[in-house]
């Protein structure tokens, strides 16, 4: 069995079932939740998850739900008028977010001594700006600058297999609505509002990968700074760069 490893958890489809296959080799999935203070709501539905988790799997979900509003606000809210001005779409919102939690998710692994990091990353659902192959390879290599492999490990199941692996395991599902299941994790208004064309006439959005790429270095560039002087703060050595490589992709 290995050491512990942290997962990025909103409760629904993809981290839930993440969550699953990870306690299969780690003696603790952390399970975190973070809610970016500007829209984020019903986050309280993790708790319920979490503990469906350890009822099934036993008590190896430690569970941590808290706001990045703080780093959110320093790496995109300050200046979200110049960044949006100059990528020329909402998507600076919704990465920038990502790149918040994140932020704090390193913050958390180097303060606990975690060296695996996860999170419920799905080509199924593409669409979304933060699980593009060029978002997941350059978040990837954020967590490697720290020593911390970064994992997706549902990352080529299919959404139907998720939901009925979760349907065997008796997990509740909620109000099922095409792929999309109503009340089984938070949810986000500008994230709603964002994708809603995708959502009513599935009509994604278009994200140029220049542009992705390129918010998301200069993102990760501040994202640095501040986990530096986050750890200079607390006398934390950080680990030197080139950890271990994450398996995007990799069928567990």
């Known amino acids: 069995m290995k050491g512990p490893v942290s997962l990025m958890f909103s409760g629904g489809v ?3 079932t993440a969550a699953v296959m990870l306690a299969r080799d780690h003696e603790a999935v952390h399970l975190l939740t973070w809610g970016n203070g500007y829209g984020h709501y019903r986050l309280g539905r993790t708790r319920d998850r979490a503990d469906e988790l350890r009822r099934r799997f036993g008590d190896r979900f430690p569970h941590t739900l808290s706001s990045v509003r703080e780093v959110f606000d320093r790496l995109v809210v300050d200046d979200f008028r110049e960044l949006y001005q100059r990528y020329q779409s909402g998507f600076v919102w919704c990465l920038g977010c990502k790149m918040a939690m994140h932020t704090r998710s390193v913050l958390y692994n180097l303060e606990h ?5 996860a999170d419920g ?3 199924s659902t593409g669409e979304m700006v933060e699980q593009m192959l060029i978002s997941v390879y350059l978040v990837r290599e954020f967590y490697a600058r720290y020593g911390i492999a970064y994992r997706t490990p549902v990352y080529t199941l299919s959404r139907e297999d998720e ?3 979760l349907q065997r395991e008796g997990f509740r599902m909620g109000l099922r609505i095409g792929d999309r299941f109503l009340g089984i994790q938070p949810k986000c208004h500008p994230g709603e509002i964002y994708y809603l064309p995708f959502l009513l006439f599935h009509q994604p959005p278009r994200h140029d990968e220049d542009k992705v790429a390129a918010f998301l270095e200069e993102i990760q560039a501040k994202a640095h700074r501040l986990i530096e002087a986050w750890c200079r703060e ?3 050595v950080l680990p030197g760069a080139g950890g271990p490589a994450a398996d995007t992709g990799r069928r567990e």
Do not use: P, W, Y
Not at 113 to 117: Q, S, T, V, Y
């Open 14 to 16: 993809d981290s839930t």
């Open 113 to 117: 001594g975690i060296r695996e990091m």
């Open 121 to 123: 990353s799905s080509q």
């Open 163 to 165: 939901i009925a692996f």
């Open 234 to 236: 607390r006398g934390i």
